[in-house]
């Protein structure tokens, strides 16, 4: 399975940005997408995630902010973030695995597959 994460960029706080993940090659076998993210000098965390099974799981300070979604016909995965804040800036990672989301969704060792980062960067 093959990631790519696109859809980051500069905005003002009060923005909004929407992210993408797009996966190739043997999609069917997933059944779980979560966003993460990094900032410098911090461990990698996760901001949401979404699967078949399971309704969409988010941390709590992005909670009524992002939206998760799945486009499944297209193999597409999006990240709706409103309403951005100067915390929010990182390099953001969408991963993708065989399980469900479950209760220990946030953790990156979670995730099989990985994308490349974008960068998104919210000026106060």
């Known amino acids: 399975v093959q990631l790519q994460a696109s859809g980051g960029g500069l905005v003002q706080a009060g923005g909004s940005l929407r992210l993408s993940c797009a996966a190739s090659g043997r999609t069917f076998s997933m059944r779980a997408v979560g966003w993460f993210r990094q900032a410098p000098g911090k461990e990698r965390e996760g901001v949401a995630c979404?699967?078949?099974?399971?309704?969409?799981s988010y941390i709590g300070d992005v909670k009524g902010r992002f939206t998760i979604s799945n486009d499944v016909a297209n193999n597409v995965v999006y990240l709706q973030m409103d309403n951005l804040k100067p915390e929010d800036t990182s390099v953001y990672f969408c991963?993708?695995?065989?399980?469900?989301?479950?209760?220990?969704?946030?953790?990156?060792?979670?995730?099989?597959?990985w994308g490349q980062g974008t960068q998104v960067t919210v000026s106060s």
């Open positions: 979404v699967s078949y099974s399971d309704g969409p």
């Open positions: 991963a993708a695995d065989s399980g469900w989301c479950g209760s220990q969704w946030y953790q990156p060792r979670r995730f099989d597959f």
